[in-house]
């Protein structure tokens, strides 16, 4: 699987970004999506996650009731919709793949097989 993320920019406080991650691979639908950030001089940290039926998700705390994930299995995507965003939120976001994750693994970045190259959001103040 290879995963191409998009959507990343600058945005003022406040505001809102919708990444992407299209991913190739006849067997996408099998697979966990999950979105993860990175910011300068920080560890990565899970963001979101979706499982293969999109009726599962997982939010980490910090962006709980701001961002919505998506997942369109026909169109092989997957999709990170940040509202209210914050300075905070500042980082490379890096969406991943991996396959029978349990629902407790879903935010451990090792329980990844397959990481795209990332996309930076920056928030101003």
């Known amino acids: 699987v290879q995963l191409q993320a998009s959507g990343g920019g600058l945005v003022q406080a406040g505001g809102s970004l919708r990444l992407s991650c299209a991913a190739s691979?006849?067997?996408?639908?099998?697979?966990?999506m999950g979105w993860f950030r990175q910011a300068p001089g920080k560890e990565r940290e899970f963001v979101a996650a979706?499982?293969?039926?999109?009726?599962?998700?997982d939010y980490a705390d910090s962006v709980k009731g701001r961002c919505t994930i998506s997942r369109d299995n026909a169109k092989n995507t997957v999709s990170l919709e940040m509202n209210s965003l914050k300075p905070e939120d500042t980082a490379v976001y890096y969406c991943?793949?991996?396959?029978?994750?349990?629902?407790?693994?879903?935010?451990?970045?090792?329980?990844?097989?397959?990481w795209g190259q990332g996309t930076l959001v920056t928030v101003s103040s």
């Open positions: 691979g006849r067997t996408f639908s099998r697979y966990v």
């Open positions: 979706i499982r293969w039926s999109g009726g599962s998700v």
């Open positions: 991943a793949a991996g396959l029978g994750l349990i629902f407790s693994a879903l935010s451990f970045a090792q329980s990844y097989d397959y």
